[in-house]
T-cell receptor, first 110, second 111 residues
Framework: GESVGLHLPTLSVQEGDNSIINCAYS??????FIWYKQESGKGPQFIID?????DKRQGQRVTVLLNKTVKHLSLQIAATQPGDSAVYFC?????????FGSGTRLLVRP | EPEVTQTPSHQVTQMGQEVILRCVPI?????FYWYRQILGQKVEFLVS????????KSEIFDDQFSVERPDGSNFTLKIRSTKLEDSAMYFC?????????FGAGTRLSVL
């Protein structure tokens, strides 16, 4: 059965489709944002970051969009692969710490 | 590729006992962190450490917690008297600039 606390939003996508994972942040003073991927039993793994003076940043198969007006981040994954299955966290970095969001579980259907 | 290593991977302890979780940060990094993640929940900041002192700590990091960099390579988290609610994954991270790199974590089980 489901464990207490496992109430992550889940995004299920077909292999090869694009994925969009959304995140809202809270602190207007944050000027640096990061997306992390966490696979089962592992620590968070850095994917991509963006500073508040940018609206968009692209990496390999990933794009992060930042909307400071509504305090919203999104992570776009192109051509989603089975290896992309994981929990994705956005994090804001207002000082000497990361403040993580609650995460989204990405499931990739074959 | 350099990585943050943590030992042990799993620590089982009795309530009230002291535990020390160990981390070897990436060698040229200067900033060190501890986070915890209760099962199924988000990662929570505990403490950051720079230049041999705490930079910032959260409300979770009370007097039962302490951190130390005993030598040039290790970074430890001590919990003096563990409670049941301390059961969680504990992650160490280090950074040279902005990006924090995480270890695989230590699962602490308090019985």
């Amino acid at each position: 059965g489901e464990s207490v606390g496992l109430h992550l939003p889940t995004l299920s996508v077909q292999e090869g489709d694009n994925s969009i994972i959304n995140c809202a942040y809270s602190n207007s003073a944050s000027d640096y944002f990061i997306w992390y991927k966490q696979e089962s039993g592992k620590g968070p793994q850095f994917i991509i970051d963006i500073r508040s003076n940018m609206d968009k940043r692209q990496g390999q198969r990933v794009t992060v969009l930042l909307n400071k007006t509504v305090k919203h981040l999104s992570l776009q994954i192109a051509a989603t692969q089975p290896g992309d299955s994981a929990v994705y966290f956005c994090a804001e970095n207002p000082s000497y710490k990361l403040i993580f969001g609650s995460g989204t579980r990405l499931l990739v259907r074959p | 590729e350099p990585e943050v290593t943590q030992t042990p991977s799993h620590q089982v302890t009795q309530m009230g006992q002291e535990v020390i979780l160990r981390c070897v940060p990436i060698s040229n990094h200067l900033y060190f962190y501890w986070y915890r993640q209760i099962l199924g929940q988000k990662v929570e900041f505990l403490v950051s450490f720079y230049n041999n002192e705490i930079s910032e700590k959260s409300e979770i990091f009370d007097d039962q917690f302490s951190v130390e960099r005993p030598d040039g390579s290790n970074f430890t988290l001590k919990i003096r008297s563990t409670k049941l609610e301390d059961s969680a994954m504990y992650f160490c991270a280090s950074s040279g600039s902005n990006i924090q790199y995480f270890g695989a974590g230590t699962r602490l089980s308090v019985l």
